[in-house]
T-cell receptor, first 112, second 116 residues
Framework: QKEVEQDPGPLSVPEGAIVSLNCTYS??????FMWYRQYSRKGPELLMY????GNKEDGRFTAQVDKSSKYISLFIRDSQPSDSATYLC????????????FGEGTQLTVNP | DADVTQTPRNRITKTGKRIMLECSQT?????MYWYRQDPGLGLRLIYY???????NKGEISDGYSVSRQAQAKFSLSLESAIPNQTALYFC???????????????FGPGTRLTVL
């Protein structure tokens, strides 16, 4: 069983929709939670980073972590065609240094 | 200019050939990484290096080797390529600024490798 599960999609929404992307994980030692965005034919880039539980907001993006349920979410408000990309969740333990464990990514398309 | 560059961007090779993928960075970071990305499996760590004299295996290092020639250069080699090494390969770098508890990884544009 994978340590991090992420629905690969694809997910297609109309412009302006609220998008919810999710990951579940099995290792309770994960403390750092990230969301990366990957455009087609590009490398991933860090979008959001959260330590432990709680919410973090950055413009139209909100990251949520529920450690009791081992569940993390990324919400995108007022989605735009430019948000079309693959979104990868990533996590790491306090003791794993820089080693990240990634989900497989969810492919999102926002239609004009 | 891109901070993290990878060469080549695309490569097609045959089973049994030796292949080297190169990564260079201008970010001044000490930490460098090699990942492969496969559909359904996401990004998996092959090797990582925290400085020129420090090389560590990741979760899928079999069949691969690396060389850290300088702080800015980290190469990945496939000694004898096989078809199941067909994948998208990414190099990444990071640094841990003083006072922060975690670092951010910056990825290169990737190398698409096909082994026939």
């Amino acid at each position: 069983q994978k340590e991090v599960e992420q629905d690969p999609g694809p997910l297609s929404v109309p412009e302006g929709a609220i998008v919810s992307l999710n990951c579940t994980y099995s290792n309770s030692a994960f403390q750092y939670f990230m969301w990366y965005r990957q455009y087609s034919r590009k490398g991933p880039e860090l979008l959001m980073y959260t330590y432990s539980s709680g919410n973090k907001e950055d413009g139209r993006f909100t990251a949520q972590v529920d450690k009791s349920s081992k569940y993390i979410s990324l919400f995108i408000r007022d989605s735009q065609p430019s948000d079309s990309a693959t979104y990868l969740c990533a996590m790491k333990r306090e003791t794993s240094g820089s080693r990240l464990t990634f989900g497989e990514g969810t492919q999102l398309t926002v239609n004009p | 200019d891109a901070d993290v560059t990878q060469t080549p961007r695309n490569r097609i090779t045959k089973t049994g050939k030796r292949i080297m993928l190169e990564c260079s960075q201008t970010k001044g970071h000490d930490r460098m990484y090699w990942y492969r990305q496969d559909p359904g499996l996401g990004l998996r760590l092959i090797y990582y290096s925290f400085d020129v004299k420090d090389i560590n295996k990741g979760e899928i290092s079999d069949g691969y080797s690396v060389s850290r020639q300088a702080q800015a250069k980290f190469s990945l080699s496939l000694e004898s390529a096989i078809p199941n090494q067909t994948a998208l390969y990414f190099c990444a770098t990071s640094d841990l600024p003083a006072g922060l508890s975690t670092d951010t990884q910056y990825f290169g544009p990737g190398t698409r490798l096909t082994v026939l």
